[in-house]
Nanobody
Framework: QVQFVESGGGSVQPGGSLRLSCAASGSAWTIYTMAWYRQSPGNPREWVAYIFSGGDAYYSASVKGRFTISRDNDKNLVYLQMNDLKPEDTAVYYC???????WGQGTQVTVSS
């Protein structure tokens, strides 16, 4: 199985920025469409961004214009640059193959004053 390990979360004030990283291990992951998801207490997991193997990216309405997903296949990394963070962005963030049912530990992002 392919394993993804998230890092880069933390606590920031509203308007701050964070960059999340996702390290991939296993075979053939570079052909996958990759996605970032998030889940806050009491809410279902939701996707926030995904990126095709060729680099085309898409975003949910709530983060469009503030977040940027990218990937570096040579370094086995997927990134999520998050700018102008809002309290509503507080959640555990996960990376995964689009449509996959397997989940790692995620990384906590907390936005508060």
């Amino acid at each position: 199985q392919v394993q993804f390990v998230e890092s880069g979360g933390g606590s920031v004030q509203p308007g701050g920025s964070l960059r999340l990283s996702c390290a991939a291990s296993g075979s053939a992951w570079t052909i996958y469409t990759m996605a970032w998801y998030r889940q806050s207490p009491g809410n279902p997991r939701e996707w926030v961004a995904y990126i095709f193997s060729g680099g085309d990216a898409y975003y949910s309405a709530s983060v469009k214009g503030r977040f940027t997903i990218s990937r570096d296949n040579d370094k086995n990394l997927v990134y999520l640059q998050m700018n102008d963070l809002k309290p509503e962005d507080t959640a555990v963030y996960y990376c995964n193959r689009w449509g996959s049912d397997g989940w790692g530990q995620g990384t906590q992002v907390t936005v508060s004053s």
